[in-house]
């Protein structure tokens, strides 16, 4: 039987802040103004490049996908 694929639906708050708050709420770790900008660009379709230092956080940007939204 074929595989169905659907996309998924993200919902991100307005502010900035607010994902701040609630994503230091679910895993314990505050992310970045800037990490919080690469997620949002992902979420509308745009292409990123992530150029940052080694440990600074570039791979909680694709973890965030996973946080369940609401």
Same mark, same amino acid.
Request: glycine content about 10%; cysteine-free; proline content about 0%.
């Given at each position: 039987m074929p595989v169905q694929s659907r996309p =998924? @639906?993200?919902t991100m708050p307005e502010s900035d802040e607010q994902v701040q708050r609630e994503v $230091? $709420?679910?895993t314990g770790t505050r992310p970045c103004i800037w990490q919080i900008k690469v997620v949002r660009k992902v979420l509308e /379709? /745009?292409?990123? =490049? &992530?150029?940052?230092? &080694?440990g600074s956080g @570039? +791979?909680?940007t694709y973890l965030g996908? +996973?946080?369940p939204s609401g």
């Open positions: =998924i @639906k993200y $230091e $709420e679910r /379709g /745009g292409d990123v =490049i &992530t150029i940052a230092a &080694t @570039k +791979s909680l996908f +996973s946080l």
